[in-house]
């Protein structure tokens, strides 16, 4: 029997159209003859479209932007389990949500698909709103005894009662140069690099303007060396790879429309820095008690030290993106990979239905 699968796409986030380059991408990788594809856009606004079922490839993102005309409670989405059934239209056996950045990649999605019992692939809502939330991600981090670089953060109202003690305590603690991020923002949208207090004010305006809380990293010299993890309660690491931008960081221009970036897929690095790596990506991925798929993000600087910098819950997903060619170069082909995170998300529901909820 086919997979009936519903794709979740779009949502209320300033990554909205990054996740449209995401659906179209799986949508020309899946197999008709193993899956009943159905579209599911969320408009910028938040209203849920639900397409008819694809019958054939989609050639463009406008094509998946559906009118909000025909917009549905998402509570009306179900499982293929559950006994009601209305208009013919017999539910969903996973959902894939193809979300990134609030609104989707946070958790919200993942507490509304709990509720209604939906298999979903990815993370579920403490692995998605910790990964997102990059203070609290760092916490549990340093919790779990993972190296990291230095970092602080402040939440809107702080700052803006006395913005000359948050420069302050930055100058004090982090230094010169350091990056400033939107807490809860992906794509390396919002993030700045100082090295002044006149362009650490202009990064805490830009930031502030994508969230109410911002994190504040010292910068160091060192390589962004990448590794994909897959799987459940044994979790699997990929080769590493590593990204070399022509600028100062890998920003979202870099990421998306200069093309300024290179991807080394293996990393040149030494064995014993890859089992190094791979030990924190997988205590990383437990830390958070993760699922699915996560992208774990390093620095390694020429002395050999490896610090953790964050992990990605949802990371960029086209097959030009960095978690499928790395899943690529250690033998999983695309198509492969959403077969193999499709089978994951039923996995762990099966999992999950054998917990006993009365006494």
């Known amino acids: 029997m086919k997979t009936k699968l519903g794709l979740l796409y779009g949502g209320k986030s300033a990554e909205h159209d990054v996740s449209l380059q995401t659906a179209l991408a799986v949508i020309k990788a899946l197999d008709l003859e193993k899956f009943d594809i159905y ?72 507490g509304m698909l709990e509720l209604l019992n939906l298999p979903y692939v990815g993370n579920g809502v403490l692995a998605s709103s910790a990964g997102m939330d990059k203070v609290v991600m760092k916490n549990i981090f340093a919790q779990a005894g993972l190296p990291q670089v230095k970092y602080t953060w402040f939440i809107r109202s702080e700052w803006e009662t006395d913005k000359d003690r948050a420069y302050d305590k930055i100058e004090a603690e982090l230094g010169y140069p350091c990056f400033v991020k939107p807490a809860n923002l992906g794509s390396s949208v919002g993030i700045s690099k100082c090295v002044n207090r006149e362009e650490l004010a202009n990064a805490f305006v830009e930031a502030f303007l994508f969230d109410r809380k911002i994190i504040v990293e010292e910068g160091i010299v060192a390589r962004e060396i990448e590794i994909g993890v897959l799987g459940n309660d044994q979790p699997k690491c990929s080769v590493a790879g590593e990204i070399i931008a022509k600028k100062d960081f890998y920003d979202y221009k870099a990421k998306y429309e200069d093309g300024d970036t290179a991807m080394v897929i293996p990393a040149d690095i030494s064995e014993d820095d890859y089992q190094s790596l791979s030990e924190m990506a997988i205590s990383s991925f437990k830390s958070l008690d993760c699922s699915g798929l996560v992208r774990a993000d390093f620095f390694l600087t020429k002395e050999g030290k490896a610090y953790i910098n964050e992990v990605n819950t949802m990371p960029g997903f086209t097959p030009f993106s960095m978690f499928p060619l790395l899943w690529k170069h250690t033998g999983v082909e695309y198509p492969q990979l959403i077969e193999t995170l499709v089978n994951l998300a039923q996995e762990r529901y099966e999992e999950k239905q054998k917990i006993k909820y009365s006494f």
């Open 39 to 110: 579209p599911i856009y969320i408009t910028k606004e938040g209203a849920w479209v639900k397409g008819p079922q694809l019958t054939g490839t989609v050639e463009d993102v406008k094509s998946l932007r559906l009118s909000a005309e025909a917009a549905m409670s998402p509570l009306a989405m179900r499982s293929t389990g559950q006994d009601s059934k209305e208009d013919g239209d017999e539910g969903f056996d996973v959902i894939f949500p193809l979300l990134h950045g609030p609104n989707g990649e946070d958790g919200t999605v993942q």
